[in-house]
């Protein structure tokens, strides 16, 4: 797919990778359609990249209230090429020392908020005869590992969600490429969820040492580009694991149970 007109939503587009997909999206002559809940930031980040843009604050983890109130958004734009299901929350905690709680946020903002957004879009590009539902779900939604039972549950489920998905809309030149990100480096570690809930706001070191977030982007835009069903963006462990997992698996989870990302 050339993305030079191309009219792409991004979620999560106040931060990290969401940020910096728009930065490459923008250069390559895209029209984005800002979304995350820090209105302030989603337009400091419209006027850096020329104003152009359209600047739609959600909460993803309200997702009846996106199905109500996104219809019109796409009613006004008419058009939508591409839907990045990019924002999420993580999670640092050990699954006897969770909240239930935790476990239902995770899937609202991961899992529920990202279909309902789809629901809202992908009879768009239905109408208009193509389009491309990409969802970033993460190398946690691939393997498991200590900390993260709420999170790789969220993840999991996206990747199948998106296997469905793909398989409904072949025959509707609509596309689906779920990415898997390895650890990339932005700030996903301090705004992820504590046992009760709450941001934990400190760096953790697979993330402070990951992939640097803009050669990350380039990727992701290259898969969207190639039109791929599924990639992973990685480097060292992170990205190979999936690789270990599928041919090594009892290696693969003695391993895990001795790593401690917290
Ligand atoms: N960084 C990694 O190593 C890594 C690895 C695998 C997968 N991922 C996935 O990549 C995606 C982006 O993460 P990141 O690394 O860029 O982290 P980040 O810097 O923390 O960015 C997360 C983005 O999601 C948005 N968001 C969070 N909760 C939201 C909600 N309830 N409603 C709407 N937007 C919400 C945030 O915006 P607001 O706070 O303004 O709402 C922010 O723009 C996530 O889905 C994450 O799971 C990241």
Partial sequence: MNLKDKIVWVTGASSGIGEALCE????????????????????????????MHHVVPLDLAE???????????????KRIDVLINNGGVSQRSLFLENDFSVYRQL????????????KVV??????????????????AGKVGSKFRTGYSGSKYAVVGFMDCL?????????????????????????????????????????????????RAAAKMIKAIEAEKDEVVVGEGISGLAPTIKRFFPRFFNRLTARMNYR
């Fill in 24 to 51: 490459q999206l923008a250069a390559k002559g895209a029209i984005l359609v800002l979304s995350a809940r820090n209105e302030d930031k989603l337009k400091a980040l419209n006027t850096r990249l020329g104003g």
């Fill in 63 to 77: 997702p009846e209230a996106l199905l109500k109130e996104m219809p019109a958004v796409v009613e006004r734009i």
């Fill in 107 to 118: 899937m609202e903002v991961n899992y529920f908020g990202l279909i309902a957004l789809t």
């Fill in 122 to 139: 992908v009879p768009q590009m239905v109408k208009q005869g193509m389009g491309m539902v990409v969802s970033i779900s993460s190398v």
């Fill in 166 to 214: 793909r398989a409904e809309l072949a025959d509707k030149n609509v596309n689906c490429l779920t990415i898997c990100p390895g650890s990339i480096k932005t700030a996903i570690a301090h705004n992820s969820l504590d046992g009760q809930g709450k941001p934990q706001n400190k760096p953790e070191e697979s993330i402070e040492n990951g992939m640097d977030v803009g």
